[in-house]
Each structure stands twice: as C-alpha cells, then as structure tokens.
C-alpha cells in the first residue's frame, strides 16, 4: 500500500513543502498564511492560481484579512475530497457571482464534478462582473429536500385552553386588573 509519494529534490538542501500538510495550522493562525513557503512553493508549482489569488482577495475585501483567509484555507481543505480543477472552476464561478463564501464554492465545485467539466476560465469575464447565478448551499439543500405532506398546524387546542380560562374568569381582556 502506497502511503505518499513526492518528487525527488536535486538540489543539495532543498525542500518541498505541501501546503496542504499546514492548512490545520493556518486556519488557526491565517496571518501566517501569505508569508509562508508552502504558499509560495503552491504558487510556483501552479498549484495556487490566479484565480485563487482573485478570490482570497475580493474574501479579505468582503470579510476581512483573518476571516477572508479563513475562508480560503476552508476553500484549499475542499481539495482532499474534490479534484483541483473543480475546485478552480468552483472559486471562478463564486468569484463571477461575489459569493464570496467557502460553500459557495463548494457548491459550484461540486456542480463542475457532477456535470464532468471545468469551467474555461480564459473565456469568463473578469471578476467582479456578476454573470453567474450561484446559489447558496443553504438554498441547494433546501431545494432537493423531499416535499413536505404533513398538514399543517392547528391552534384548535389552545383555543380551547382560551374558552375555558375565561369561562373560568381567570383571562382578563385588555390586561385589566380585578
């Protein structure tokens, strides 16, 4: 059974970091977050786009530098159960939208994985530029719940604790005192 496998580092002394390895840490200390070396080497190796960058922006805009990173760092911790490019196109068709929310691009990432594609992002307008409806994940969830058949409520009962309390004398109208 395969545990990992990393590429093999020619130069003397070098060192390949995942960013992936860190997102635990970083979500807990996000200032970190911009500086460090795995972002960066996730950057180099193309791993952290354009659109990555476009997206943390506009979230730090929207939310602030900590929660805006926070919400990326979410984004990133996507990538251990969805494929990248999905990811990407999910990030792109948020950003498009403003959702600037890391299950608005769950959700669009998975639409991109149900429909098998990924969005063309040369071809899509630039952020900022609303051309796609995004819906929330709140909205999607409650949009493939099964109908509801139960009837709907009654206050029959309490009507009658009503009739009761006053044939008793103990309601008073208008809150008025004895």
């Known amino acids: 059974m395969e545990v ?10 070098a060192v390949r970091l995942e960013l992936d390895h860190y997102l635990e840490v970083l979500i807990r200390k996000p200032g970190a977050f911009s500086g460090s070396t795995a972002l960066e080497q996730a950057r180099s190796a193309g791993k952290f786009t ?11 805009k929207v939310h602030g ?20 490019e999905h990811i990407v196109a999910g990030l792109a068709a ?21 429909t098998g594609t990924e969005h063309d992002l040369a071809d899509r307008p630039l952020p900022g530029t609303p051309s ?3 819906t929330s994940l709140h909205e999607w ?3 493939h719940l099964p109908p509801d058949t139960r009837p709907l ?19 008073h109208p208008e809150g008025e005192a004895q």
Not at 51 to 58: E, I, P, R, T
Not at 65 to 84: K, S
């Open 153 to 171: 409520p009654s206050v029959t009962p309490y009507d009658q604790l009503l009739r009761r309390r006053r044939a008793s004398g103990g309601d």
């Open 132 to 134: 796609a409806n995004v």
């Open 94 to 114: 948020a950003l498009r939208a403003g959702a600037m929310t890391a299950d608005a691009v769950a959700l669009e990432a998975r639409k991109a994985a149900e």
């Open 4 to 13: 990992a496998r990393h590429e093999r580092l020619i130069a003397k002394g």
């Open 50 to 60: 354009p659109v990555h960058d476009a997206w943390w922006a506009q979230a730090q």
């Open 141 to 143: 969830k409650l949009s």
């Open 65 to 84: 530098e900590r929660d805006g990173t926070r919400a990326l760092i979410e984004v990133l911790l996507l990538g251990r159960q969805l494929p990248h």
